[in-house]
């Protein structure tokens, strides 16, 4: 058996080597570190022209075996969550190891009381407590797929969701806190259920106690279901390659995605990712900020964390409330070692006074991590500087829910991070840069689109319901390589940078432009915080450009520095990339794990704004608004 943890530079590329020379191999001894029911017959079978993706064949396990019973003899004491209410007046709860493992069981039993077996699907719309830890362990306990929806998606979301999956049963809510607000949960999900036959029963959880109405033919209170059971339920026995969940992303056209996940590979991908990337060690307390309704909530709250046996803090709340130094009040208040956040965060903590900051001890951190976008210079060094007081290293993790866990990062104090670079793929992991033509460009020093060349354990097997969307979106642009859709560049040393989506393209007199590439030409003004390039139909050009862009301070806003921005676009890539149009705002639509809404951005340039879809998804909805109103 060979030890999980990388321990230097050295042994990294020792390790590196070894993973790509023998995937098969180096996934075989990483995974036996796992507990398993029945050992796999064969590590690795794929075909990408299906496509198709197989690990651990024939293996038996329960990823909550892993992540709950293993524990108890050793660390039955010792917490496994830490819950951080809205609230900072509520008081926080510790969870053990025993308590969960207790409470995961009940809860399992409450849903087999309510009719729920292998396989079927549970849809999960609650709010960041901690039982929405256990209702996602409770349905991996009994083999039950669960689609977690994240508590901010409207009720036409949430069941376009629920639909898409035939969900048995949903879990939910009275209400949710966040912030100074209440999202009215069930309020919501009663909506989404006039259009949602497949639901047999809803399981509703008391939180914020607000007035309800009730449907006796479908809903049943949490704590009387909990009153009815006792807390035994033996795991159920899962193939390694049965599904584990659903979990939706947005596609550039259509539905959304429900990217389905496995057992086997999933699990030993998230654990084994989780503990290199954060060099995560014994006793220490982590905390991710993400939400449960996301793929990093799944993967580094609760699967590999806890398969490692660590200390993981959920948060309910928001950065902003009661005030904007509430995450490093959080991080003194339990003495956090790992910290992980997103960027658009970040740059919202910057603005405020640092006095938010220093009114804080974050003495314990030991990491810094990012995840969701590319991070920028600014807020990169207000991170390393004023968070991790330049004595923390940051782990810029670039993946996504497609890939289940963390694909290129550098792993800290092994390997060297480098500012808004991710830097270096994990063991395992084969990036390569493509040329427009497919071919692999094989200088180090080089820009590209970037791809993925061998199969990874929790690369996300199918698209719910439609393995031909899936072959047609990430594996049919190039043929063998895995498409994640994004441009890169590398440095002479190997690092990696992501340089932003590759599928935003604007055709400009018949010349294709990537918006990311103008849009980091206009960042790169002393004035400017951020921007956004869209097209817009022109009579002569087919398209033209329209830019949306924030400046530090809008007073600064002029036509001198309308014809500066274009002038230095001009320089950076050439006068056709130059914007008809440039609009100041104060904000841009963005989703709540910091992506530009574009599609909002196109119609709004277009003209075209009697139907800008649901924005009620949005982290800002009021910026549409504004951005209208202001429109040239
Ligand atoms: C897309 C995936 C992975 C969990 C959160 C987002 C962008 C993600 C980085 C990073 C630059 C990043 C990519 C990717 N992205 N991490 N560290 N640097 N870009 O998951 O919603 O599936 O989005 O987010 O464009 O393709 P997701």
Not at 242 to 257: E, H, R, V
Not at 347 to 373: C, I, M, P, Q
Not at 387 to 399: E, N, R
Not at 510 to 517: D, E, F, K, W
Request: with cysteine; hydrophobic share 40%.
């Amino acid at each position: 058996m060979m030890s999980l943890k990388i321990n230097s530079l050295e042994n990294y590329q020792e390790v590196y080597q070894r993973s790509i020379e023998n995937p098969s191999l180096f996934w075989n001894e990483i995974a036996e570190n796992f507990v398993w029911k029945k050992k796999w017959k064969k590590t690795l079978e794929y075909d990408w022209s299906i496509p198709e993706t197989k690990w651990f064949l024939e293996g038996k396990l329960n990823i909550t075996e892993n992540c709950l019973d293993r524990h108890l003899e050793l660390k039955g004491d010792q917490t496994a969550i830490i819950w951080e209410p809205n609230n900072p007046e509520e008081e926080a709860e510790h969870i053990s190891y025993k308590q969960l493992h207790r409470r995961v069981c009940s809860f399992a039993n409450v849903l087999k009381n309510n009719g729920v077996v292998k396989g079927d699907r549970i849809c999960i719309y609650m709010p960041m407590v901690s039982e929405i830890a256990i209702a996602v362990l409770a349905c991996a306990r009994i083999g039950a797929i669960h689609s977690v929806v994240f508590a901010g998606f409207s009720s036409t979301a949430l069941a376009a969701r629920i639909n898409d999956a035939q969900c048995k049963v949903l879990l939910t809510a009275d209400g949710g806190f966040r912030g100074a607000k209440i999202t009215p949960l069930k309020e919501i999900a009663d909506e989404a259920l006039k259009t949602c036959p497949s639901i047999k029963k809803s399981i509703v959880l008391q939180r914020t106690k607000q007035s309800i109405s009730w449907n006796s033919n479908l809903d049943v209170w949490w704590h009387e279901e909990l009153d009815k059971v006792d807390d035994h339920c033996p795991a159920e026995v899962m193939d390694a390659e049965d599904k584990l969940f659903i979990l939706y992303t947005s596609g550039s056209t259509g539905n959304p995605k429900g990217m389905v996940h496995t057992c086997g590979g999933y699990m030993v991908y998230a654990t084994y990712s989780f503990l290199n990337v954060f060099q995560y060690t014994e006793g220490d307390v982590y905390w991710c900020t993400a939400d449960i309704g996301w793929i990093t909530g799944h993967s580094y709250i609760l699967y590999g964390p806890l398969a490692s046996g660590a200390t993981t803090v959920m948060f309910e709340g928001v950065p902003s409330y009661p005030d904007f130094g509430r995450f490093w009040e959080v991080c003194e208040k339990h003495k956090v070692n790992q910290f992980y956040t997103a960027p658009t965060a970040i740059r919202a903590l910057a603005k405020h006074s640092l006095s938010f900051v220093n009114a804080y001890d974050l003495s314990n951190l030991k990491v810094l991590g990012t995840v969701g976008e590319p991070i920028n210079e600014e807020a990169w060094h207000w991170y390393n500087e004023n968070i991790g007081k330049k004595k923390c290293p940051i782990v810029d993790t670039w993946w996504q829910t497609e890939t289940g866990g963390m694909m290129i990062s550098s792993l800290a104090n092994v390997t060297k991070d480098k500012p808004t670079f991710a830097t270096v793929p994990l063991p395992g992991i084969q990036p390569v840069l493509l040329n427009t033509e497919g071919q692999e460009i094989s200088e180090t020093k080089a820009e590209g689109i970037l791809a993925i060349k061998h199969p990874w354990p929790s690369l996300a097997r199918t698209i719910y319901g439609d393995h031909k969307r899936y072959k047609n979106v990430y594996f049919s642009a190039y043929a063998n390589y895995y498409f994640p859709g994004d441009g890169a560049l590398r440095d002479k040393d190997g690092n990696y940078r992501i340089t932003g989506r590759v599928d935003d393209v604007v055709i400009v007199s018949g010349h294709n432009l990537g918006t990311a590439p103008i849009e980091n030409a206009i960042n790169e003004h002393d004035l400017v915080i951020e921007s956004a390039i869209v097209g817009f139909p022109d009579d002569i050009k087919g398209n033209a450009l329209y830019a949306y862009v924030i400046l530090y301070d809008e007073n600064q806003a002029s036509e001198d520095l309308v014809k500066e921005i274009n002038q230095l676009i001009s320089k950076k890539i050439g006068p056709i990339a130059k914007c008809d149009k440039i609009q100041f705002v104060s904000g841009l639509p963005k989703t709540r794990s910091g992506k530009i809404m574009r599609r909002i951005l196109r119609k709004i340039a277009s003209n075209d704004i009697s139907n800008l879809g649901d924005v009620s998804t949005l982290l800002n909805p009021l910026i549409v608004e504004e951005i209208i109103k202001n429109r040239h």
